[in-house]
């Protein structure tokens, strides 16, 4: 692998530092490095690859329908219709309870198309282009510029201002401080419903309660963020669907292709009725039958297979094993999260252990400096959680 490390040094930018491991393939629920060595992997490339990989039966249904697309039609462009993208938007309108969607090619680019909506949308009623949005602190919705704006780093967004202007951060299950900056021009409250990259923070139930009733009450579109804890993560299709609060947009990516790059937008007929028209927005491979056959597939497993039900079972497990390590360990202070989306929070930085974790044949990933992160792909089993824990309180 070194000498492949080498390579990829000298050749790429250096926009991340890696761990010093190179891929190869993937099995079930287990990685392979070019050396030969097997991984027990439990960040599933960030939450993206939920059904695992290689020759388990669930994820061949997707490599078979996709060698089949591959022979057919890659891509057409979005001014011709096509059979994959129809049946993807029918399966995954139908799963979101949101009638209308776009398709991207990422996440941030389906945040992009939020921002867009929303500002649209303000400018249908009154005419006017200084609408605000009020996003989160401690979010992240992705690094294009729009995205960048509404991420509340301020260490991604520094060297790159000025970012687009008239961005709000509020504090995350703070109702009175997003009142402190609601006024006539605030458009849109956009969050993730469960925090990701920021260290695994859900919306209280309350807070979303409280967010959409403000909405309601000054026509302000709630829109989530579900790019991370949708499609299954939190033991619901989406996370908002466990609260009783429905958003009027969301956003969708990682899991939606199971390793396809593909995201989406979704919303309600009434906002899309009064927003993006013709000529308003567009994209050149989003929504192509390759990778909508992707989602098109990946949703039907799901649904057949009860992923977000297991994802619910099994990390409701995954959570007492957590809460079993943390009461052994005083520098462990806190474990979060919900379903297989959970975090447990350090009093120091927890780079160390996650590259012995590596070491020992285990892939995790942080969120933050203290925080690590598990996000296993959803068809891990309990067996699975608890080999997990073994190579952890090892590493620990
Ligand atoms: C990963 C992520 C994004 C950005 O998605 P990309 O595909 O990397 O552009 C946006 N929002 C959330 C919540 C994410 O986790």
């Not at 867009?116 to 401690?138: F, N, V, W």
């Not at 469960?194 to 026509?219: N, S």
């Not at 990933?365 to 067996?383: C, D, K, Q, S």
Request: charged content about 25%.
């Amino acid at each position: 692998m070194k000498e492949y490390i080498e390579r990829a040094e000298s050749k790429w930018l250096h926009t991340y530092n890696r761990y010093q491991v190179v891929f190869d393939h993937g099995n079930g629920v287990y990685l392979y490095d070019t050396d030969g060595k097997k991984y027990l992997d439990f960040c599933s490339g960030i939450a993206v690859n939920a059904l695992g990989y290689g020759d388990q039966e669930l994820e061949q249904e997707l490599v078979e329908a996709l060698s089949d697309q591959i022979g057919k039609l890659t891509h057409i462009s979005n001014y011709y219709y096509n059979v994959p993208a129809i049946e993807a938007a029918e399966k995954l309108t139908k799963a979101a309870g949101l009638e209308r969607v776009f398709f991207t090619n990422s996440g941030a680019e389906a945040v992009e198309g939020l921002i867009k909506t929303a500002r649209k949308y303000a400018y249908l009623k009154d005419g006017s282009t200084d609408h605000e949005i009020i996003a989160m602190e401690h979010s992240f919705h992705g690094r294009t510029f729009g995205a960048l704006s509404v991420t509340g780093n301020p260490h991604y967004r520094e060297a790159f201002e000025p970012m687009i202007g008239n961005i709000r951060f509020a504090r995350m299950n703070d109702i009175d401080s997003v009142m402190e900056l609601v006024n006539d021009k605030t458009c849109a409250i956009l969050l993730e419903t469960v925090q990701g990259e920021g260290g695994i923070h859900p919306a209280t139930e309350d807070f979303l309660k409280k967010l959409r009733a403000l909405c309601d009450e000054r026509d302000i579109l709630l829109m989530l963020d579900e790019i991370q804890c949708g499609m299954g993560r939190t033991g619901r299709m989406f996370a908002w669907q466990r609260y009783g609060v429905k958003p009027d947009a969301m956003s969708v990516a990682k899991a939606l292709g199971c390793g396809v790059p593909v995201g989406a937008f979704l919303m309600s007929e009434k906002l899309a009725s009064a927003s993006l028209v013709a000529g308003d927005h567009g994209t050149t491979y989003g929504g192509n039958p390759l990778v909508c056959r992707a989602v098109s597939k990946v949703l039907d497993i799901f649904e057949k297979r009860d992923i977000a039900g297991h994802a619910e079972k099994v990390g409701g497990y995954l959570a007492d094993k957590l809460d079993g390590i943390a009461e052994k360990h005083s520098d462990i202070v806190d474990r979060r999260g919900i379903g297989l989306m959970q975090g447990l929070e350090f009093t120091h930085p927890v780079g160390d252990i996650i590259n012995r974790c590596l070491e020992n044949g285990l892939v995790l990933i942080n969120a933050g400096t203290n925080i690590i992160r598990f996000m296993p792909p959803l068809v891990i089993t309990e067996a699975d959680v608890d080999e997990m824990c073994r190579i952890l309180e090892e590493a620990l």
